[in-house]
Structure formats: C-alpha cells, structure tokens
C-alpha cells in the first residue's frame, strides 16, 4: 500500500516511468496573488480602502504567511523529488529485475509498473510456497519410499525363503500327486473291473429275477396245498395231543392190570385171556379175550400201535369200525395226510386212516361189512367176503392204497365192486382214472375213484331231503339214485 500511495504522488519521469504529485484543482472563482492562491468571496462587499492601503496590507501579510510555507514547500518538494527520483526508480527497477527472472508461467512477468510487478511477485511467492509444500511433500514421499524400498528388500528376502519352502512343498506336493495319479489309475482299472462284475452281476441277477417269477408262480400254485398241509398239520397236533392223552390213560390202565395179573398168577386161563385182550390184533381178539361191551381199544400190529372202536353186538360181534357217518360233526373233505392218518372222534364220526386199515387187512382174510339207515330210517346192509388194502405192496403209501374188494352179498346193492382195484383219491392227490378233473375235487369228497363212481360214502353229509352227487351217497339205495344217508358205518373182522 505504501508503494501504491507513493507511486499515487509520483510525477512522470524522463525514463518513461509515472511519477510526481498531482496538485488540487480550486473550485470556484480564484485568483493568484504573489504565486499563491487567493479564493475570493462569493459575496464580496464594496471596499472603500485605498488601493495603495490595501497593496500594503496585503504584501507584509503575506510575507508573513508566505515564507513558511514556501519552506515547508520547499522541504517537502525536496523529499518527493528525492523519493521519486531515487528510491521509487530502484525500487522499480529492481522489482522489474526481479519479474524479468520469473517463469513464463507467471502472468504479467514481462509488466512495466510497480503494481504489476507486486502482483506478479505475490503470484511467484505464492507457487514458492506450493512448490516448498510439493518439495516437503517429496521429501516425505522419498522417505517413505526408502522405506517401502527396505521393506520391500526384506519382503524380497522373506518371499525367497517363503518362496524355497513352497518350492519344496510344492515338489512333495508333485511326489504325492504322482502317487495319487498312480493310485488313481489303479483305481480307473478296479472301477473297469468292477464295471464288468456289474454287468455280470445284473445279468446274474435277470436271470435269478426270472427264476424267482417262476419259482413264485409254482408257490402261488401250491398255496391252496401248503394251505391244506397246514391245516393237516394242525389237526394231526390236536390227534396226537389226544392219543397222547389216551396213551396215558392205557398206561396207567395197563399198569392196574400188571398189577392185577401178578395178583392172578395161579389162574393161568385167565392169564392167557387177559393177556391176549391186552396184546389184541383187532377187535375179534379182544371178544375171544371175553371182553363184549363195544368201546375203544388198543391194538398192536407189528411195530404199529393204534386205536380202534370195537362193536361187539351186530352179527356176532368182533367188528372193528374204520369209518362213521351220523351227524355232520367232521369234516370229510379232506387232504391226503389226514385221510393216511386218521381224524376225528373213535366214538363218533371218523376215518380210521389208511395205514392203519393197511395194517389190519394186509395179510388177507378180511371181510366187510356197511350198514345205511337212510332219512326215512330204512336200514340196509352190503356184505363182502374179501376185502384188503394195499394188500401184497411194498410201499402202501407209493401204490395209494389200492382196494381189492368181492364176494357181495346184502340188500344195499353191489356199489363198490367197480372201485376194487383203485387207488385212493383226495382233493391234493388226484389218482382216479377220470380224464376230466379229480373226482374229489369234483364231488368234494374222498374214495377209491374209477371214473368216478357208484358209491362216495365220504362226501358232504346231509340226513334228509333229496342229495345231489356231491353228498354222501350209495347209488340205488331205497328206489332212490341219490339217497341221502343219516346213518353209514364201515366194519371189517377176519373172514370165519
């Protein structure tokens, strides 16, 4: 500012350059008197002094006032001429110097006054300023890049070492890579292997698939028989659980007439009887052993042992019962192991069983005896002379205990003559000599079938009414081609 207000008082120079004081301009009306000026009154009133009064007045007091000020004039052109043209010039012309030595980039470098020259400067001390922030700034950005370059030589030798470890384990790495790449091919040929196994495998089971279907197929188809054993099964259970119990009975039985006989020592005949009761073949024995009430006895044959129902009082007595129809109370549609065992009640309804009539009739000699009470209670009888079964065989069970049966007489009509000579036929062993089906199944009972009968006295009972050929018939019985049975038993005893 200082530089401003003097180079403001400045006068123009020689050298081109602004300099000097700019002096007031009077406004109003003036004049100049003795080289000073005088103002005048607006309103000046008319002096009456004489001219040559006033001349003196005015030219002592202007000496006065004049002479001071002309030395204070003096002085003070003498410091602004001094100022102007010496020390502003330098000043200028040093600043100018100064500018001269600025960057292009400075604007206004090339300026001629003393304003330009102090913006211009302010300008440069300005970029000075930046530049010796930019230079800090780079002192500390190579500072820091010394020590990231520090940093950077021990990360170098970390990364070497780091670099010589992973170098190593990448090496094992490879060791172990190859191992698995063997492994992995070793595997590649099991998995080929077992790929062929797989198919062989499927193959094999295809073929186990189709078996099972077939062998399905042949289960279900033999359901209805496993059925039927079943139930054969169980009704042998409850059999033997009563012969058990009977046994027991015998045994003790037997164990009273032990003690009896010791007591009966002397009396030799009665021995003889006794013991022929107790060791009886069939009914016939235990009546010679003097024993005539009809019951249940036992019998031994060999290595068999069973039990029989004894009727003592028709035609003589000695008959051994080895089938009873009365009542409806056992089922007689029936399977084979049942009919070559035996079922049902030795008082009531049953079937002696094969084996056992095999066992009693084998060797011959044999006759026959059955006796029919039809619903409307006419009694009728059929007598053979000869009758056996599985007679002569070596294995009964293998020829299906074919009957052999003649010599009829009676009032009930020969119905059993065409069934001599043929096996026996239950619903699960068809060996009849229909070609049309199995004469049990048919008929729903069980005999000795030709094709298939004249008599089915093991069929469905029924006591009353008109039969039909499923139920227990005995052809032309009473005027009738289908009479319906209350009442049949079979008997056999030795031929006298």
């Keep these: 500012m200082e530089l401003q207000n003097m180079q403001d008082r400045s006068a123009t120079t020689d050298d081109g350059v602004s300099g000097g004081a700019s002096l007031p301009v009077a406004v109003g009306q003036s004049e100049t008197r003795l080289g000073l000026p005088f103002q005048r009154p607006s309103n000046r009133r008319q002096d009456t002094t004489p001219w040559w009064r006033l001349f003196v007045q005015i030219r002592w007091g202007s000496i006065l006032v004049v002479v001071p ?62 530049g010796q922030e930019a230079l800090a700034e780079l002192k500390a950005g190579q500072e820091a890049g010394q020590t990231a370059l520090a940093e950077l030589k021990a990360g170098q030798e970390a990364g070497q070492e780091a670099g010589q470890t992973a170098l190593a384990e ?42 099972l279907a077939k062998v399905w197929e042949e289960i279900r188809s033999n359901k209805g028989l496993l059925n039927e054993t079943l139930k054969d099964l169980e009704t042998d259970y409850k059999n033997m659980s009563q012969e058990l119990s009977q046994e027991t009975k015998e045994l003790h039985n037997f164990s009273l007439t ?156 020969d119905n059993l003559a065409s069934h001599s000579g043929m096996k026996f036929t239950t619903k699960d062993r068809d060996q009849d000599k229909a070609s049309g089906g199995n004469c049990a199944n048919d008929y729903k009972g069980a005999w000795w079938y030709n094709n298939c009968y004249d008599s089915n006295l093991n069929g469905m009972y029924k006591a009353t009414d008109t039969c039909g050929n499923t139920n227990a018939v005995w052809h032309d019985l009473g005027g009738s081609y289908n009479t319906c049975l209350r009442f049949v038993e079979m008997r056999i005893r030795p031929r006298k």
């Design 258 to 413: 032990l003690s009896s006989l010791q007591q009966k020592v002397v009396d030799q005949p009665t021995l003889n009887r006794e013991l022929h009761a107790i060791m009886a073949r069939d009914c016939s024995h235990v009546m010679a052993a003097g024993m005539s009430q009809d019951g249940i006895h036992t019998f031994f044959i060999g290595s068999d042992r069973f039990e029989a129902y004894c009727n003592m009082s028709l035609d003589g007595g000695g008959w051994t019962v080895i089938q009873r129809r009365k009542d409806g109370s056992v089922d007689f549609y029936r399977g084979w192991n049942d009919y070559r065992k035996g079922f049902g009640d030795l008082a009531g309804e049953h079937w002696l069983g094969l084996q056992n009539i095999h066992a009693l009739t084998a060797s011959g000699a044999y006759q026959l005896r059955i006796d029919f009470t039809i619903f409307n209670g006419s009694n009728y009888y059929a007598l053979y002379d000869d009758f056996s079964v599985g007679r002569n065989s070596l294995d009964p069970e293998k020829d299906g205990y074919p009957l052999l049966v003649s010599g009829y007489s009676g009032n009930a009509g």
């Design 170 to 211: 990448l090496k094992a790495g490879q060791e172990a890579g190859q191992t698995v790449l063997a492994e992995l091919k070793a595997g590649q040929t099991a998995l080929a292997e077992l790929k062929a196994s797989h198919t062989a495998i499927c193959s094999d089971l295809e073929a186990s698939q189709s078996l």
């Design 69 to 130: 000020t002309l030395l204070l004039v003096v002085l003070v052109i003498q410091n602004i001429v001094f100022f102007h043209l010496n020390r502003p010039q330098d000043i200028v012309k040093e600043l100018g110097a100064l500018v001269a030595t600025l960057p292009n980039s400075i604007p206004d470098h090339n300026c001629s006054n003393l304003a330009c020259h102090w913006a211009a400067l302010q300008t440069a001390l300005a970029k000075l300023k930046a």
